[in-house]
């Protein structure tokens, strides 16, 4: 039994996308999250410094005590899991992208036709392909990048005309000329437009690595005996969502996912350097 806190990470709100799953197959279990609102999105951006920014706030989550790293990040887990994992030997870290390769693996057959969506730097990396192939390689597998969905999903901009439009143009041709027929949602933001996509697409089978995790995360607890034991003190204490830049978009979100439980929530705004300055610790910058 341990009631340390899972720590959670995204660019952004998109890993928010993982907590309802979590809360309802795990009730017991505390969270820390931390969404780099202030330097979304990371998928255009370098690898080196997508690595830096994973590395950073992993540092962080282990300063903070907690008993694993989920990272709630497509593009961090395509790129800097290996890292993170070699910077914290003492802890499980968990990427995203073998738990939803794996169902895409047991669940397709070379009949279908299977895409996945994330951003540039996730289908720069590959990484989805190169996992699934892994796990079976008689399948065919499709990719396109969406860099504009990000910045619209953090701004909020979900249930409207510029949203379907910006899908239209990604996805109406890449859908279409390849026949896909199972969509791989490899951006955790994208599943907060799941509603547009499955209206634009009916008849889409999507696949969803924000669920997808859930079971690794099950599984790992399970195997190092690190669940929580449901105490009534334990349960009482505080989900903690850090956020370099608290939006207004964010907050509700967490409030959204929150409502209707008596679990506490606390908000806090950090800037990841300026903390490692004033306490010495070194979170990877
Ligand atoms: N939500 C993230 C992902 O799963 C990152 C999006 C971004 O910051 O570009 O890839």
Redesign the pocket.
């Known amino acids: 039994m341990d009631n340390r806190p899972i720590g959670f990470f995204?660019?952004?709100l998109?890993?928010l996308t993982c907590i309802p799953y979590l809360m309802q197959a795990l009730p017991n279990e505390r969270i820390i999250y931390f969404g780099d609102t202030a330097r979304?999105?990371?998928?255009?951006k370098a690898e080196k410094t997508i690595r830096a920014f994973g590395a950073g706030i992993a540092g962080f989550l282990a300063e903070q005590n907690v008993k694993m790293i989920a990272i709630a990040?497509?593009?961090v887990s395509s790129i800097a899991l290996g890292e993170i994992r070699r910077r914290h030997p003492e802890l499980p870290v968990l990427g995203?992208i073998s738990p939803a390769s794996h169902t895409v693996a047991k669940t397709c057959s070379p009949e279908n036709r299977i895409g996945v969506i994330?951003?540039k730097a996730?289908i720069r990396s590959a990484a989805y392909p190169h996992k699934i192939l892994r796990y079976n390689p008689a399948l065919d597998i499709y990719q396109q990048a969406c860099p504009a969905l990000?910045p619209l999903i953090e701004e909020g901009i979900i249930e409207n005309e510029i949203m379907d439009l910006t899908l239209r143009y990604y996805l109406d041709q890449f859908l279409s000329y390849n026949e896909i027929d199972t969509l791989v949602l490899g951006?955790?933001?994208y599943p907060l437009v799941r509603r547009n996509i499955t209206k634009l697409y009916p008849g889409l089978r999507i696949i969803d690595p924000s669920e997808e995790m859930l079971e690794s995360i099950r599984d790992a607890l399970g195997r190092r005996e690190l669940f929580a034991s449901g105490e009534a003190g334990a349960k009482r204490a505080d989900n903690i969502f850090y956020a370099s830049d608290l939006s207004e978009n964010f907050v509700n979100m967490i409030n959204r996912i929150f409502a209707g439980t008596d679990l506490r929530v606390t908000f806090k705004s950090i800037d990841l350097e300026e903390a490692a300055e004033r306490e010495g610790l070194d979170y990877g910058f």
């Open positions: 995204d660019s952004g998109g890993g979304t999105p990371y998928g255009s990040c497509n593009t995203i994330g951003t996730t990000v951006c955790t933001h």
